[in-house]
């Protein structure tokens, strides 16, 4: 059977509203954008609650339909319940072929997992705390943190129904530092490795979808650059960037410690 890929097609774009920040609406739809058409908008929550106030704000501005749960005991998670039911309806009507699931919130991984079963591809969109389990059960999974890099003080006038006494971070849309490019290099020597042709070089596309299935969080923002091709060529003494018309070839370079254990020692007279 052929390896699913994530091609362009309808999206349905679900937020769980308990656990994600208003202010990043913007920038989580750009993101998911990049990946089809969104075609379905909702939100999920109480939205009797003062938590919901900052999100009713967004609805008109970003075209979303609020989706009201209202929970019948206190400490139940209505809102996860309500949302994984609609994203089940919305897959077994056939008319998307992906989601983006946005929440921090691990009790997702099932669902992210029976919906990659059907065939269809899920983009996770939660903060770098997110577990690892559901980081791993999507194909792809975005960190907020690399949507809106550098933190600043959620101003109180912004949604003063959440204004608390220590001011809440959000993020900035201005470069960050992030990690340095060298902490990168396992996995994208694991990558290219997998991928590496008869003439000792993997084709940029083909080298991300490997990253992509060793981790699905990676993100070159993570290590402060903009693009795939913009992290391999902070590593210069690792790689080389080959081009040939419109295509981008990757090549590896023998370490140097390799190619000394590799020399044969002269034999002693």
């Known amino acids: 059977m052929a390896e699913k890929e994530i091609a362009e097609g309808p999206i ?10 208003s202010d990043m609406v913007g920038e989580m739809l750009n993101e998911a954008s990049k990946y089809g058409s969104v075609i379905i908008r909702r939100v999920y929550g109480d939205w009797s609650s003062t938590q919901m106030a900052c999100w009713k704000k967004k609805l008109h501005e970003f075209a ?6 209202i929970p019948n005991r206190t400490g139940k998670n209505a809102t996860d319940i309500g949302l994984v039911i609609d994203a089940m309806d919305i897959m077994h ?14 009790d997702f991984t099932y669902l992210a997992m029976k919906i990659r079963e059907e065939g269809l591809f899920v983009i996770g969109m939660g903060n770098e705390r997110t577990h690892p389990t559901f980081q791993k059960a999507c194909d792809r999974f975005i960190f ?12 109180s006038e912004h949604c003063p129904e959440l204004a608390t006494e220590e001011p809440k971070k959000v993020e ?18 694991n990558a290219f490795r997998n991928k590496v042709g ?7 596309g083909n080298l991300g979808e490997a990253l992509y299935r060793i981790e699905p969080a990676f993100d070159p923002r993570t290590y402060g650059k903009s693009s ?18 419109l295509g981008i070839w990757i090549r590896m370079k023998e370490d140097q410690s390799q190619k000394s254990r590799g020399k044969r020692r002269p034999r002693s007279k």
């Open 172 to 189: 900035r849309n201005v470069p960050k530092k992030g990690l340095s490019p060298e902490k990168a290099l396992d996995m994208l020597t």
């Open 228 to 245: 795939l091709v913009g992290l391999i060529a902070a590593l210069p003494g690792r790689f080389s960037i080959e081009r040939e018309g």
């Open 144 to 155: 907020i943190e690399n949507l809106l890099p550098v933190e600043e003080e959620l101003e």
């Open 93 to 106: 009507k056939h008319v998307v072929k992906g989601f983006c699931i946005v929440s921090s919130d691990s």
């Open 64 to 69: 979303l339909l609020p989706s009201m749960v």
């Open 12 to 21: 349905a774009f679900l937020v769980d509203g308990d656990n994600a920040n």
């Open 198 to 204: 008869d003439d000792g070089r993997v084709n940029l």
